[in-house]
């Protein structure tokens, strides 16, 4: 069995604001969370743990249960005096409307609620935290391949980088792929003694920080080598360090064949499915949106594998709202071209629910 553990580490930072990324309501001062994404090999439990985290704040997980609110209750208006009215009535619409989104139902044990007490986030809130924008001179996400990516493996990286541009509609960049260094701290693998795991710290801080383009919002690494924090864990999916806007991630295990099944295009399409997720969410906390508690969405934190696979790939009127004015992007083509990849990767489900919904957004405005 596996458990999938999660550490935060918080330290303490200059006064920048960058640190309480996602979670508005936890300190009063400005701190960095180091954000650890572990997956550790427990001989007993078989659930519980993250696909990623920031420290517990103190209240009551049922606060985040089954209760509808509509998203535009504690927001504000679309205001942007360039929109035409009817423009404006579909991004209300798109922006409000909760339809096509499941209410977060009360946490069960095993899920990410049940064990992390986390509070909704308004957009005033979001907007009050001074959340990481892109600037004029610092637009672009970027993200560098570390190590070897055998195979059909390799076929996933421009597809994580399309992805990556569209959601956040920001030019995205694949830096060249780069080796792991030979001093590169590691282990032998558990799960085959030839391979090596290596650390996530020496990645992020040694390897990622000092390679952050200067135009870039943040520098996030992928591999297909194994990770594992410090000797106290099995492995981790990943780490990041909002502050030095870097985050190192493994995609070794959203592979199926990883345990044990046959390499199918089934399988490559599970483990891309994965890959976006993981991109788009954890490119999300760059961003500085927090976990959602009201909806399934995006931006739902995750203690396991099955948890994420169950989540949607899109994003809630509340995520969207504060991304749309983070980068604002135009909400119609954002969509028109998630759906056009979604199809072109044979991701019928969400293909379909990206057309119906804005098939509804423009309906609104008729
Ligand atoms: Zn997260
Ligand atoms: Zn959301």
């Known amino acids: 069995m596996e458990r999938l553990k999660v550490k935060a580490a918080a330290l303490t930072l ?3 604001g ?16 180091v954000l650890r994404l572990f997956l550790a090999a427990a001989l007993a439990a078989a659930f519980v743990t993250s ?3 920031c420290e517990d704040d103190q209240s009551d997980p049922d606060t985040t249960g089954p209760e509808k609110t509509a998203p535009g209750e504690d927001e504000q208006e679309t205001g942007d005096p360039q929109m035409d009215e009817r423009t ?4 209300e619409f798109a922006l409000n409307d909760d339809t096509d989104f499941e209410v977060m139902p009360k946490p069960q044990p095993g899920d990410w609620l049940y064990s992390h007490a986390e509070q909704h986030q308004t957009f005033d809130d979001y907007v009050g935290t001074s959340p990481r924008r892109p600037a004029d001179n610092r637009r672009k996400i970027t993200i560098i391949p570390i190590g070897d990516f055998p195979g059909r493996e390799e076929k996933l990286l421009e597809p994580i980088r399309e992805y990556c541009s569209i959601v956040f509609s920001c030019e995205t960049v694949l830096l060249p792929k780069e080796k792991i260094p030979p001093d590169a701290p590691g ?8 391979q090596t795991q290596y650390r996530t710290g020496y990645l992020l801080t040694r390897f990622l920080r000092p390679r952050v383009p200067r135009d870039a919002i943040c520098l996030l690494g992928i ?3 194994d990770l594992y924090p410090d000797d106290g864990w099995n492995y981790v999916f990943g780490e990041a360090s909002l502050r030095d806007r870097v985050g190192v991630f493994s995609f070794v295990r959203f592979f199926p064949e990883f345990y044990g099944q046959e390499p199918s295009e089934e399988n490559l399409q599970v483990a891309l499915m994965r890959c976006l997720k993981t991109m788009a969410h954890e490119t999300g906390h760059m961003f500085s949106l927090p976990h959602c508690v009201k909806y399934k969405c995006l931006m739902n934190g995750a203690n396991s594998q099955s948890e994420q696979d169950s989540g949607p790939i899109h994003a809630c009127p509340y995520c969207l709202k504060k991304l749309q004015w ?3 992007f135009d909400l119609l083509a954002r969509y028109e071209k998630l759906a056009q990849f979604y199809d072109e ?3 019928k489900e969400e293909a379909e629910w990206v057309t119906n919904r804005l098939k509804k957004i423009r309906a609104s405005a008729e």
Do not use: F, L
């Open 187 to 194: 282990r032998p693998a558990s799960w085959d003694a030839s």
């Open 18 to 33: 960058e640190g309480r990324c996602y979670h508005p309501y936890a300190r009063e001062e400005a701190r960095m969370i």
């Open 88 to 91: 404006k009535r579909m991004y």
């Open 14 to 16: 200059q006064n920048t």
């Open 223 to 225: 591999t297909m080598a």
């Open 345 to 347: 990767h044979g991701y």
């Open 51 to 53: 696909v990623d985290s």
């Open 326 to 328: 983070n980068t604002g």
